[in-house]
């Protein structure tokens, strides 16, 4: 498999400025010399080590001049820049794939004395990779069932070997992987106790309820992975969870672990290695606490990685994950939670999430539960699976220099 940067620490220096104006991120590192060979190197161990091959044998053999995907791309719509196409985007990584990967493109070379791979086409797929957010709003109505937003994931991954990674995903991966915290948000074990001690003590403030968030507690049936983010940034999310397992009589039966507690996986936005690595971590963990099932908070690329890569990379642990909105849903419709419908009288819509509604996976589950104690619930146009992306996905939100792009372009047409 390509060698991939995250095998160390890295020694982090300012990007150098003559570097600063080909990405609209910062970077890490980078490497500037060879980097088409090191490109088609990456590309070729890639193809060798993995099962990419068949869907870019497929998608290579297509035309992709029909433009359905346009009018479903929230970036195009904003900019109607045809580099924003998504098909477009796919095409700059296949046209290398045609060109170096398969006998007819290595012939056609031949003849029409085509280079193939330079430069100026890895500058400008580390700039449109970054653009799409990977909400695969595009798939659903492409005739050929092209996945634009796996191409984008597979070329972020090539150029990840390079170093080509916003610095902001780069960073708190290493962290997660290598550093003392263990999580992309550098939170020591002693601070998950001191925000866990705080946040039970303002449950209790607030309904007059002792509550205790288990830690370490060997045996539980669910262990618990929010986006660690959540415990800066989100205690209600996390108050919200604690109210709702208790309520519907598991305090007993889950855990929160200190060898790993980030449900967050940045690999899903840059790199398959990394994925993976994440994804042993979190069921190393649960391995340790002999717990059986994977809980998952409200974080939508989470609920995503778990689901869908725990069975792909946990090895011979495959533990079922469980979204939060599954786990109260199945409380609800079993008699264990009362909820009051006259709590809130405000006007309520809700956001899908690309990561978890655009498969069909979790659309339905929140619905109930908000109808279930909300009166005035009104729906988005459109919703579901068709809903548009909220311009953040594909690990847009965590890079601050992408900040304007995703309030401006990506997000417009949610907004």
């Not at 509550?211 to 507690?217: I, R, S």
Request: aromatic share 8%; hydrophobic share 35%; glycine share 8%.
């Amino acid at each position: 498999m390509a060698q991939t940067v995250m095998h160390e620490k890295a020694t982090i220096r300012p990007q150098p400025e003559s570097e600063k104006p080909r990405f609209p991120y910062h970077l890490i590192n980078p490497v500037t010399e060879n980097r088409v060979q090191r490109f088609l190197e990456a590309f070729a161990a890639i193809i060798e080590h993995t099962n990419y091959k068949p869907v870019l044998d497929q998608y290579a053999r297509s035309s992709m001049k029909c433009s359905s995907c346009t009018t479903n791309c929230p970036v195009y719509t904003a900019t109607h820049d045809a580099k924003d196409m998504p098909c477009y985007r796919s095409g700059l990584l296949l046209k290398t794939y045609r060109r170096h990967f398969t006998i007819a493109g290595w012939l056609r070379s031949k003849v029409t004395g085509d280079p193939g791979l330079v430069e100026e086409d890895i500058d400008e797929m580390a700039n449109l990779f970054y653009r799409c957010t990977a909400c695969k709003r595009c798939t659903m109505e492409c005739p050929l069932g092209i996945d634009h937003g796996l191409m984008t994931h597979l070329g972020r991954w090539i150029l990840g070997e390079l170093r080509i990674v916003p610095k902001g995903l780069e960073v708190s991966t290493i962290e997660q992987l290598h550093g003392d915290s263990g999580n992309t948000s550098a939170i020591l074990p002693h601070a998950l106790l001191d925000t866990l001690e705080f946040l039970e003590e303002e449950i209790e403030e607030m309904l007059g309820l002792k509550m205790k968030y288990p830690v370490d507690e060997v045996g539980r049936e669910f262990v618990f992975f929010p986006a660690v983010s959540d415990y800066l940034m989100e205690p209600e999310t996390l108050m919200g969870n604690l109210a709702v397992i208790h309520a519907a009589g598991d305090a007993d039966n889950w855990t929160i672990g200190t060898g790993d507690f980030d449900g967050i996986n940045y690999g899903l936005f840059y790199s398959d290695h990394v994925l993976e690595r994440v994804i042993r971590k979190m069921v190393g963990e649960v391995t340790r606490l002999g717990g059986r099932r994977i809980l998952i908070g409200e974080c939508g690329h989470a609920s995503r990685t778990a689901r869908e890569f725990v069975p792909v990379f946990g090895g011979d642990e495959v533990y079922p994950v469980i979204n939060i909105m599954e786990y109260t849903l199945e409380k609800l419709e079993q008699g264990k939670l009362d909820l009051d419908p006259n709590v809130i009288t405000d006007r309520v819509t809700y956001h899908d999430p690309c990561n978890i509604a655009r498969s069909g996976w979790i659309v339905e589950q929140p619905r109930r539960i908000i109808r279930s104690f909300i009166r005035n619930f009104v729906e988005m146009t459109p919703h579901g699976k068709h809903n548009y992306c909220c311009g953040g996905g594909g690990g847009t939100v965590s890079v601050d220099e992408l900040h304007d792009f995703r309030m401006s372009v990506a997000g417009k047409r949610k907004a």
